[in-house]
């Protein structure tokens, strides 16, 4: 019989092309996270290690600051070019759990990734939004398992294009979507139209579980769209839906 010695390779003793290299810290990417030594959620810029944003309590605060304060830099517009527009800005939220008191609003933005699927976000909002989209285009939203109290009566994630941002435009189109998961007393995804079209969006959503008696619970909700707006040609794969 033969038997496999496995051994450690030290990294050092490989030949120089083997070696992987280092993740590249672009100056756009951020990480949020919860400072276990002091209790603050924290907004730290990777490239220098400058911490942008803190709140003793708040999740959505720093998320919020933080997005305000890139503002016009999340997008390029014709009209009104900007230098300091970062094509490819990324917001991570680190493993753990956020809790919120006002809703998450992502103003617009163009080629942004904002990526949360290791987090939980806990709110105690009632008749609110958890999370609010702007416009967006070319961007991927990658977003956590979302919960919410009894009685609640919240929307998880609404995509609501109301500001002019990305090419000048007023429109949700061509992005990526993915939720790990919806649980409470809540709307799971609405797509608002009211204001800007909600077009060509691509994501799959793991699972809505939805549970209450403040109102009738709808997994996914399309209010009428506005004039000559619409809500077309988007693909959502759902696993799983509960909706009580």
Do not use: W
């Amino acid at each position: 019989a033969m038997s496999a010695i496995l051994t450690e390779i030290d990294p050092a003793d490989l030949p120089p092309a083997l070696i992987p290299p280092p993740p590249t810290v672009m100056p756009g990417d951020y990480l949020i996270y919860h400072d276990e030594s002091d209790g603050y959620y924290k907004a730290v810029r990777l490239s220098d290690g400058v911490v942008t944003h803190s709140h003793p309590t708040d999740a959505a605060a720093v998320i919020n600051g933080l997005l305000s304060s890139l503002g016009s830099a999340l997008y390029y517009s014709p009209s009104n070019p900007n230098p300091n527009f970062r094509e490819g800005t990324k917001v991570t939220l680190d493993s753990g759990s956020f809790n919120t008191y006002q809703t998450i609003v992502i103003p617009p933005n163009q080629d942004f990734i904002f990526e949360a699927d290791r987090a939980i976000i806990n709110t105690v909002l009632t008749n609110s939004d958890i999370i609010r989209i702007d416009s967006s285009m070319n961007s991927k939203f990658i977003l956590p398992l979302i919960t919410s109290a009894p009685g609640s009566n919240d929307t998880a994630v609404r995509i609501k294009p109301q500001n002019a941002g990305p090419d000048g435009l007023t429109v949700f189109t061509t992005c990526e979507l993915y939720i790990e998961a919806v649980v409470g007393d809540m709307d799971g995804l609405t797509m608002d139209a009211s204001l800007g079209g909600i077009e060509f969006l691509r994501g799959e959503i793991k699972e809505i579980n939805l549970y209450g008696s403040a109102s009738p619970k709808r997994g996914i909700y399309i209010p009428v769209p506005g004039v000559n707006k619409a809500v077309r040609g988007n693909e959502l794969k759902i696993l799983r839906v509960n909706a009580a």
